[in-house]
């Protein structure tokens, strides 16, 4: 899709120059860097609480080898 931005004259010179040190146009660069923009915003949005829940506590004491291996294997 062709449109029309109005650019700083000091960001077009940045611009033209990536461009050119990149070996790209400055339509790609400039597509570039606003899909890593809109990329980052995405990122961005806020994280949904988790579910939380009581266990009852543990069953078996983790730090003894022996009855874990009852727990699990029926020992």
Do not use: H
Request: proline fraction near 3%; hydrophobic fraction near 40%.
């Amino acid at each position: 899709m062709k449109t029309t931005l109005n650019i700083d004259d000091s960001v077009m010179a940045r611009l033209k120059n990536e461009a050119a040190r990149r070996g790209c146009t400055m339509s790609e660069l400039v597509e570039s860097a606003l899909r890593m923009l809109l990329q980052a915003q995405e990122k961005k949005r806020e994280l949904l609480e988790l579910p939380t829940f009581r266990s009852g506590g543990p069953l078996v004491d983790v730090a003894d080898r022996e009855a874990l291996y009852q727990a699990m294997e029926g020992r």
